[in-house]
């Protein structure tokens, strides 16, 4: 089977795609805005989720593999999950019944592929945004700097 | 169904633990809509462990039976704060439910 190489802007999973509006009646209104590309969406949203983490505005928790973290968002409806595996970085987004909203899953081996075949370097700074993200996450998770205070106190303490 | 996934876990039987986890989070999904009004402040507290059930589904339907050491710690905390959760709203409506038949 051919399968034609997807490209760069068009990769990421996004839910269902939006049902096309309703021809206008009548009048001039604006012209529709284009789709933002899933990549440039996701590094917006991890914009503001590290904004927001960094504000201590967001709640990190484990989650169920190794590497994984989660939070929801206040109002419990959508959450945030962000997992550094090995080589492959993943960032998705659930919604309150768990459907996957956005789903980015980012093999260190795509983004160098995208670079040297598309002169594109969006799943590369999603890839780094990522492993920022997962990082702050992990360290407000399992409440590092705490813990490595208490580890200092113990140690000149003995 | 909590109860019974906690010992599938706690025995190591994946298999078993992956339906059962399917099963768990399929009657919670329909119990907790129905029961809203009921878990008030658990409720977050269920939906947040709605999350953890979904992502041990992916991980289990992934990795077939290999569990690391802290995964498996992981999904017995995560069974087991479900059976806390319950076992704290059916206390609380019981005492409810005495406490209503008392005061008659």
């Known amino acids: 089977m051919n399968e034609q190489p997807q490209s760069p802007a068009n990769r990421g999973k996004l839910g269902p795609p939006p049902q096309s509006s309703s021809p206008r009646k009548g009048g001039i209104g604006p012209p529709p805005r284009p789709p933002v590309p899933p990549a440039e ?15 201590g505005k967001l709640p990190w928790t484990t989650g169920f593999e190794d590497g994984q973290f989660k939070t929801m968002l206040p109002d ?10 090995g080589e492959v970085r993943k960032f998705l987004m659930l919604d309150g019944r768990q459907e996957v909203i956005l789903d980015e899953t980012v093999p260190f081996s795509e983004t ?4 040297i075949n598309y002169g594109d370097d969006k799943r590369e700074k999603l890839y780094e945004a990522i492993g920022e993200l997962q990082e702050i996450a992990r360290s407000q998770a399992l409440q590092v700097d705490d813990k490595l ?7 000149a303490a003995i | 169904m909590a109860k019974e996934l906690y010992g599938y876990v706690e025995a190591g039987r994946i298999s078993e633990a992956r339906i059962r986890t399917t099963d768990l989070r399929s009657e919670l999904a329909l119990a907790i ?27 289990l339907n992934q990795e077939t039976d290999f569990l690391s ?24 409506l019981r005492s409810n439910v005495e406490g209503g038949m008392t005061n008659e």
């Not at chain 1, 969406?41 to 504000?55: D, F, N, P």
């Not at chain 1, 160098?112 to 670079?115: F, Q, S």
């Not at chain 2, 009921?38 to 979904?54: A, C, H, P, S, Y």
């Open chain 1, 112 to 115: 160098v592929a995208d670079n």
């Open chain 1, 76 to 85: 419990g409806e959508l959450a945030f999950v962000i997992q550094v595996k």
């Open chain 1, 41 to 55: 969406r996701s590094l917006r949203l991890i914009g503001q989720l590290l904004a927001k983490t960094k504000e």
């Open chain 1, 149 to 155: 205070a208490r580890a200092e106190k113990i140690l």
């Open chain 2, 33 to 59: 809509p129905s029961h809203k009004v009921f878990l008030r402040g658990d409720l977050n507290q269920l939906r947040e462990k709605q999350i953890d059930l979904k992502l041990v589904a992916d991980g």
């Open chain 2, 69 to 92: 050491p802290s995964e498996k710690i992981r999904l017995l905390e995560i069974t087991g704060e479900i059976l806390e959760v319950l076992a704290g709203q059916t206390g609380e």
